[in-house]
Every structure is written in C-alpha cells, then in structure tokens.
C-alpha cells in the first residue's frame, strides 16, 4: 500500500465522536516503514491525540527516530493543514526538507516542506546555552 492508502484506511479507525472530523496520517521512516497514525478523541476535550501524533509515537515504538515524508488526509474542503503543535512534534523527528503532503478524501492534495509549515521553529539549537 502507498503512503496515501495507508493514511486514508487508517482514517477509517479514528475515533473522533466530538467533531465527527476523522483524520489519518501516515509517515515514512528513514528504514523505510511505514507508520500511521489517526485522531484519538476524548469526553475531556483537551486529552485528545492528533493523528500525527499517533504516526509519530508508532514509528517511535518501532525505533525509529526519523521520518522523511508524511502524508494526512481528512474530510474537509480544503486539504487538512497539521495542527501547530503537530507541526512542532514533526519537525522534531524530520528535516525541513521532508514533504508534508496535506489531502482531502476527494484527492485534493497540496505539498509543503516542514521548514516551509514551521518556520522559526522552536530547536535544540536554542537549548545550547544549557
Ligand atoms: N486533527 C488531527 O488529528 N490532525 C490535524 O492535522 C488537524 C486536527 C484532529 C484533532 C481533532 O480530533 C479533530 O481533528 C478536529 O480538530
């Protein structure tokens, strides 16, 4: 299956009752597996997990520490854009030139780097004074 499928049929498992918005991600790791992840909703709101998140926490299962291309996809006019905390937690784990593909269910697609989804990121080139 192609990184595409993956994230679409995980989608498919989302547990999102609150906002009736599924979404799936799947993320290519430097090995080459393919992980995947989708949204975990909770009664308490803010305990709810993106899908990104959960491709990221697979991979990391996995020991693997490295992605090089992502791929999220929902139900939504425009294609989904990850939330800013995911983009936070993807940068940690993949270069700025890593391609984020951003997809609706109906095949509309937009691309972005990471750096181009995170600019200024937050670095632990920051934490170099510690
Ligand atoms: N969500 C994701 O899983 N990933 C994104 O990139 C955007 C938002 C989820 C969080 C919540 O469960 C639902 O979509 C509506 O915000």
Redesign the pocket.
């Known amino acids: 299956m192609t990184l595409k499928d993956k994230a679409l049929s995980v989608r498919e498992n ?1 547990y ?1 009752p ?2 009736n ?3 799936g ?1 799947a993320i290519t790791a430097a090995n080459g597996e393919i992980f995947v ?5 909770n009664v308490a709101y803010p305990e ?7 491709a990221i926490a697979a991979m990391v299962a996995a020991g693997q520490s490295r992605l090089t291309k992502v791929f ?1 996809v ?1 139900d939504a006019p425009l294609p ?4 800013g905390g ?1 983009r936070q937690k993807l940068i940690e784990f993949g270069d700025g030139d890593v391609q984020v593909t ?1 997809a609706t269910i109906n095949g509309v697609e937009k691309n972005m780097t990471l750096a181009e989804l995170m600019p200024g990121a937050f670095t632990e080139q920051h934490l170099e004074n510690t």
Do not use: L, R, W
């Open positions: 989302a999102a609150y906002s918005f599924k979404v991600a992840g989708c949204n975990v909703e709810g997990t993106c899908a990104e998140a959960g999220v929902a989904v854009s990850p939330c995911c951003m």
